[in-house]
């Protein structure tokens, strides 16, 4: 590949470095939140719930396995799109995908902000409130800045630090709890409108995981590395979200009236102290979903200058650290200006539907690509085409779960794109 040829960024990621990109980009903080949703629109059935949820999503994700060890450059779903539609349809991809990431990184950063402010008040009013968003920016900047391997190390503390504080909480609630988390299913079943809204509230917490692909470029083996990472993440996510919530109603009877759901769980099992371990836990999940956000949307602008889309000026790589410095830079204001301005709940149910219209573009590539990418090495799903259709009905079935009022900024954020990529190829007529 031509592109492949121009990258010039180290390739340090391993099969660990993938996994933690993974599972950061799953759990974000949306799993400190959701268990009182799911109660509500489930009940006890929520843990199943999960389960629907995550075989809901396991076609797309075999999709972006076979996807992923065909490619050793950086892009991931601009190179399927482009290879397979055109780049048009690569660069619509690439752009919502990168809005999704950067509302969603200002969302968490407003709520990291929030957990600062649980123990210094003063970081969440007025002046005091803008310098923790800017430090916050700042600091997650240079982390991207200085290279991919610290990036990942970052990300290794950060997400020893959640997993810790998670796997407490569900050891203590079994041991503390026993058999009582276990729902006997007596309760009569959710409508299926309820169990429809359940699933739209719960698919957060299994988006997030096609930021792995994106850096394959710095890859050592992505062939190989980027299927097992992505199937291990969701397996993993998927069984540590069931113990959670299975905890969370047993530990909190009235959970569906809780805004902090594990807080309260964790307050209920362990008291006070259990609740400020809990607030760590939230922090360091939060922190290190951000590194990984922004580790692999700084990458899509790099790749879409690449394929000038974008300006060069995106393209540039520093000297020292080998790394997308302009691109960490302009996504480092982008996200203080968006947190600034204060909640983003309504921005980020947008992100839901501009990651399913790039779930459902990925798993139609496949018939389209396989043919020119099928041999030694590559990770072929077996079945035909069947996986992937089935991945594209899922995405659908999803959509028509969304409002409409998802469904017209989708729009305006695919025109504005539009506009973009007109005159990005205006610059560049060769490549139109």
Same mark, same amino acid.
């Given at each position: ?15 660990? /470095? ?11 903080? /949306? ?44 892009? /991931? ?61 700042? #600091? ?60 739209? $509230? ?16 710095? #890859? ?47 307050? #209920?099992?362990? /008291? ?96 389209? $690509? ?10 072929? $799903? ?51």
């Amino acid at each position: 590949m031509s592109q492949e040829t121009q990258e010039k960024l180290p390739r340090n990621l391993g099969l660990w /470095g993938i996994w933690m990109l993974v599972a950061n980009g799953l759990i974000g903080a /949306g799993i400190f939140g959701l268990p009182s949703g799911a109660v509500a629109l489930a009940g006890e059935y929520s843990v199943l719930m999960y389960a629907f949820c995550a075989i809901l999503i396991l076609p797309v994700i075999l999709c972006f396995a076979e996807l992923g060890s065909y490619f050793r450059g950086t892009g /991931g779903p601009i190179r399927y799109g482009t290879l397979a539609f055109g780049p048009f349809v690569g660069f619509q991809g690439g752009w919502l995908y990168y809005l999704a990431r950067l509302i969603s990184f200002a969302a968490n950063t407003v709520l990291l902000t929030d957990s600062i402010a649980y123990f210094l008040p003063v970081a969440g009013e007025g002046m005091g409130r803008l310098i923790t968003i800017a430090l916050t920016c700042v #600091a997650l900047s240079l982390i991207n800045m200085v290279g991919s391997m610290e990036s990942i190390r970052s990300m290794t503390l950060f997400t020893i630090i959640k997993f810790a504080v998670l796997l407490g909480l569900i050891f203590g609630g079994m041991v503390i709890l026993g058999d009582q988390i276990i729902p006997d299913f007596s309760t009569p079943h959710p409508s299926t409108s309820d169990l429809g809204k359940a699933a739209l $509230l719960l698919i957060y917490a299994f988006v997030g995981f096609e930021g792995a692909v994106v850096p394959a470029g710095e #890859a050592k083996k992505p062939e190989r590395d980027m299927p097992m990472g992505l199937l291990l993440g969701l397996v993993v996510v998927a069984v540590l979200y069931m113990l959670i919530q299975l905890v969370s109603q047993a530990a909190v009877p009235d959970l569906a009236n809780s805004t902090t759901p594990l807080l309260d769980a964790s307050s #209920a099992l362990f /008291g006070e102290s259990g609740a400020w371990i809990l607030m760590v836990g939230v922090a360091t999940s939060v922190i290190a979903n951000l590194i990984g956000s922004m580790f692999s949307a700084t990458r899509v602008t790099y790749a879409l200058s690449l394929e000038n889309s974008l300006p060069a000026w995106f393209g540039k790589v520093h000297p020292k650290y080998l790394t997308p410095f302009n691109s960490v830079i302009f996504f480092g204001i982008a996200a203080f200006a968006l947190s600034a301005m204060g909640s983003f709940i309504f921005l980020a149910a947008m992100t839901v539907l501009a990651r399913l219209f790039l779930f459902g573009m990925s798993c139609a590539a496949i018939p389209v $690509l396989r043919p020119k990418f099928r041999g030694p090495g590559r990770f072929i $799903l077996r079945g035909g085409y069947l996986i992937p259709v089935l991945g594209i009905l899922s995405c659908l079935w999803l959509m028509l779960q969304v409002s409409w009022t998802s469904v017209w900024m989708t729009a305006l954020f695919v025109a504005i794109g539009s506009i973009l990529y007109w005159f990005g190829k205006k610059q560049n007529p060769k490549n139109v």
